[in-house]
T-cell receptor, first 114, second 116 residues
Framework: QKEVEQNSGPLSVPEGAIASLNCTYSDRGSQSFFWYRQYSGKSPELIMFIYSNGDKEDGRFTAQLNKASQYVSLLIRDSQPSDSATYLCAVKPDYGGSQGNLIFGKGTKLSVKP | DTAVSQTPKYLVTQMGNDKSIKCEQNLGHDTMYWYKQDSKKFLKIMFSYNNKELIINETVPNRFSPKSPDKAHLNLHINSLELGDSAVYFC???????????????FGPGTRLLVL
């Protein structure tokens, strides 16, 4: 059973701080990893994807991947109240296998306090 | 010019009824998906489909069936609705190209189903 684990939170950070969201996955063969943001009552929207070990930066967001530890994280610098949402980690478990099915974690709810 | 659209947005119905949810994407993608998000916000794949292959999550009851009239549409039919079917159903699409491992899925706005 392929699983993706996230701390459900809520994670509360003050405005301007760094928010750190973590995710672990069980399938060592997983090749690509995604972070989606979901506002309450809305659909998930992609923030970043990463597939190489190390860091990937996009504006205030940095994704970090460590395949040896089966761990992926998302850092949000200079957190804003508008970043308050649920962040979903998703893993594509099988490169070249069945078409792009993603396995999602249960999400971490982030609250950024003004 | 919505990329992935779903209808209806809300669906309230009685137990035992049969209902359909429609999904259309105008992104030219070759693969479409249905997800179920339960009350605890857990998003779980139900089906993925392109013109060659239907993959069914083995935990999905056979009361649920996807139907694709063409590449841009993937509808979800649900027979004999049960209380536990109440959830938000999301359609998504992506372009799955062999050798490209970071294809992005784009989600529709969701259909909120309530079974009474």
């Amino acid at each position: 059973q392929k699983e993706v684990e996230q701390n459900s939170g809520p994670l509360s950070v003050p405005e301007g701080a760094i928010a750190s969201l973590n995710c672990t996955y069980s399938d060592r063969g997983s090749q690509s990893f995604f972070w989606y943001r979901q506002y309450s009552g809305k659909s998930p929207e992609l923030i970043m994807f990463i597939y190489s070990n190390g860091d990937k930066e996009d504006g205030r967001f940095t994704a970090q991947l460590n395949k040896a530890s089966q761990y992926v994280s998302l850092l949000i610098r200079d957190s804003q109240p508008s970043d308050s949402a649920t962040y979903l980690c998703a893993v594509k478990p099988d490169y070249g296998g069945s078409q792009g099915n993603l396995i999602f974690g249960k999400g971490t709810k982030l609250s950024v306090k003004p | 010019d919505t990329a992935v659209s779903q209808t209806p947005k809300y669906l309230v119905t009685q137990m035992g009824n049969d209902k359909s949810i429609k999904c259309e994407q105008n992104l030219g993608h070759d693969t479409m998906y249905w997800y179920k998000q339960d009350s605890k916000k857990f998003l779980k794949i139900m089906f993925s489909y392109n013109n060659k292959e239907l993959i069914i999550n083995e935990t999905v009851p056979n009361r649920f069936s996807p139907k694709s009239p063409d590449k841009a549409h993937l509808n979800l039919h649900i027979n004999s609705l049960e209380l536990g079917d109440s959830a938000v159903y999301f359609c998504a699409s992506s372009q799955v190209t062999r050798g490209v491992i970071q294809e992005t899925q784009y989600f529709g706005p969701g259909t909120r189903l309530l079974v009474l």
